[in-house]
C-alpha cells in the first residue's frame, strides 16, 4: 500500500472493488452453505450386515441391518455399526473439503478456516472417549464374546386330546 492520499475517485474504485470481493465471498458462502445442507452419505460395511447414512452434521439419520446379522454375535454387530459410521463420516469430510474447494477455495484464509472447522466437527467425534473406550480404537475382544444361545428346546407335552395322539410340540 503507498503512502500518497487517495482521490475520491481511487477511494470509491477501492470501495467498489472491496465491495465486489465480499459479495462474491458472500456468494460463494451460500452456495457451499446450500450443498452442505443437501450433503448426506450411504455406506454398507464390507460383510453386508449394515448400511448407514448420515447428514451434512454428521449425524446418523438411517441405519439398515441384514439378516448377516444373524450369524454375528452382538458386539461384532456394533463393532461393524461404529466403523461403518466412522466411515460414512470420514467420506463426508472428504467430500465437505471438495465443496469448499470448489466454492470458496482452499487458498483463501476463510476457505482454510471453514475446512479445518468442519473437519474438526466431523472427525473430532470418532476418537472422543465414550466410557467404553476411545471409538477409534474399538475392537471386540473375541474371547468376551458371549457364546451362543443353545437352540430353542422342543418340548413334548400332551394337549389332552386323547383322539389323534397328537403332542404338541411348541409351547
Known sequence: MDDRVLTPDDARQRLDAWKGRIDRLASDT?????????????????????????DSSG??????????????????????????????????????????????????????AIAERVGQQLLAEQTRDDGYGRYDDYEPDPAEAPSPPPPPRRVARDDGDDEDNNLNLWR
Request: no cysteine.
Open 30 to 54: 451460500k452456495a457451499m452453505s446450500d450443498q452442505f445442507q443437501q450433503l448426506t452419505v450411504t455406506r454398507k460395511d464390507p460383510d453386508g450386515m449394515a448400511e448407514v447414512t448420515v
Open 59 to 112: 449425524s446418523l439419520i438411517g441405519l439398515r441391518l441384514t439378516r448377516e446379522i444373524e450369524r454375528s454375535s452382538p458386539d461384532v454387530v456394533a463393532a461393524t455399526i461404529m466403523t461403518t459410521i466412522r466411515g460414512a463420516k470420514a467420506e463426508l469430510a472428504a467430500r465437505t473439503q471438495e465443496i469448499i474447494a470448489e466454492t470458496v477455495g482452499t487458498d483463501s484464509a476463510t476457505g482454510r
